[in-house]
């Protein structure tokens, strides 16, 4: 994993734990190889609008589906969280090639994570 050289200054110990669950969770679920493959399929595709609609929401879906299974894994951190997405996003440098959240739907991300844990029998239903 890839952190800004003032990692450890910029974010508090609890933003810095949910920060990393946040990108072992993006490894654990395959996303680096899955975007790998979309990226390929992109070039490929270049001339094709939908392809670059496509992988952009499937980016979307990753990060929601990581920002889930952050949430569940710390639910009482999500102020801390949340704090840590947005110090990413308005950070006055630069970040790394594939660090930048700016093309992301931040504010849908943070509303969700007011939102509380659906039950057992909604996740089922879904």
Same mark, same amino acid.
């Given at each position: 994993? $890839?952190?800004?050289?003032?990692?450890?200054? =910029?974010?508090?110990? @609890?933003?810095?734990?949910?920060?990393?669950?946040? +990108?072992?969770?993006?490894?654990?679920?395959?996303?680096?190889?899955?975007?790998?493959? &979309?990226?390929?399929?992109?070039? $490929?595709? !270049?001339?094709? #609008? /939908?392809?670059?609609?496509?992988? @952009? !929401?499937?980016?979307?879906?990753? +990060?929601?589906?990581?920002?889930? =299974? $952050? &949430?569940?894994?710390? #639910?009482?951190? @999500?102020?801390?969280?949340?704090? /840590?997405?947005?110090?990413?996003?308005?950070?006055?440098?630069?970040?790394?090639?594939?660090?930048? !959240?700016?093309?992301?739907?931040?504010?849908? =991300? &943070?509303?969700?994570?007011?939102?509380?844990?659906?039950? @057992?029998?909604? =996740?089922?239903?879904?």
């Amino acid at each position: 994993m $890839v952190t800004p050289a003032d990692f450890a200054e =910029r974010y508090t110990p @609890r933003e810095r734990e949910v920060v990393l669950a946040h +990108e072992r969770t993006h490894l654990e679920r395959g996303d680096p190889p899955v975007n790998a493959a &979309v990226a390929l399929l992109t070039c $490929v595709n !270049w001339f094709n #609008p /939908a392809c670059h609609v496509m992988a @952009r !929401w499937l980016r979307i879906d990753q +990060e929601l589906a990581c920002d889930a =299974r $952050v &949430v569940a894994a710390h #639910p009482k951190a @999500r102020k801390a969280y949340a704090e /840590a997405m947005l110090k990413t996003q308005l950070a006055a440098r630069p970040l790394p090639l594939g660090c930048h !959240w700016s093309s992301h739907p931040l504010a849908q =991300r &943070v509303r969700l994570l007011s939102r509380p844990a659906p039950s @057992r029998a909604r =996740r089922l239903i879904g």
